[in-house]
């Protein structure tokens, strides 16, 4: 018996994958959770000197049962050091039934785009409506993808971009203009423009606070994106105190995200949390429920995410007879 495994480049993924369709995919990725059709996906972290990988792994019943496993180096000191991205991976998806890999294809995108997509869901959810003006700290690949992302649910007016290399956060400023339509502006004091913003996104690899109670104003929406290992901190325990917490997974959450900071402060209990995100995109809690809440989604990414995101691809390339087919003999 001949079986043809899909080889997809991060080109083919990047032409089989857009940003408004990963939206509609991992927020389907979230109901399906929500509504307790999904089990719990699995994660594993290993840590080294400069970096760590991250293995996370899910199921997903959609046209065909799927299950896909991602393995991600995230080194940030690799632009740096080696002129190389943070984050490189690979995805292999399976048929769930048979268990026979059906596709391996590199993860970069994918993983932008989900985690990108999850707050875009997010916000839908979470925002007030009338949210017009969105700081992003942290103007690397994501914090762009974010601000892509954010501008399909919101109906943005103006962006503040933040970053410590404040040369990073004047040339997307000027892309994002161009993109967009709308005044982008660059900043040097974060707490000043989420003052004044209804939306922020934390996309960095911190390791200490970057907002505290004081800089957050009553009413935003804060998608925490880069605190995906435990060392990794964005926003202080007593901002997480005085929000409305919604998490992507609890349990992970609890040990990589900045939930697990608020936790170790004795700052917050799990039982402070007041959702996953898949309860609310599945109707079983409501989401935002005043214009004065500071909500918090604690996005640490979520296996489920990565299938659905992979599934598309893999289901596009079909189609289109994209990527390289190997064959393996059985």
Known sequence: MNHELLLLTPEDVRSLLSIDDCIVAVENAFRLYGEGKAAAPAVLSVHVATGGFHVKAGVLDLERSYFAAKVNGNFPENGSRFGLPTIQGVIVLCDAEQGTPLAVMDSRDISSLRTAAASAVAAKYLARPDSLTLTVCGCGTQGRIQVQALSRVCHLGAVFTYDQDEGRAVRLAQELTKELGIPVTPVRNLDTAVQQSDLCVTCTPSRQPLLGPADVKPGTFIA?????????????????AKSKIVVDVLQQ????????????????TCGDVYAELGEVVARKKPGRQSDEEIIIFDSTGMALQDVAAAALVFENAERQRAGIRLNFAA
Do not use: F, I, R, Y
Request: some cysteine.
């Open 224 to 240: 925490a994106v880069g605190a995906d290992s435990p060392d990794k901190q964005e926003l202080h325990p007593v901002l997480m």
């Open 253 to 268: 959450c609890a040990v990589m995200g900045d939930l697990h900071h608020a936790l170790e402060a004795s700052s917050v």
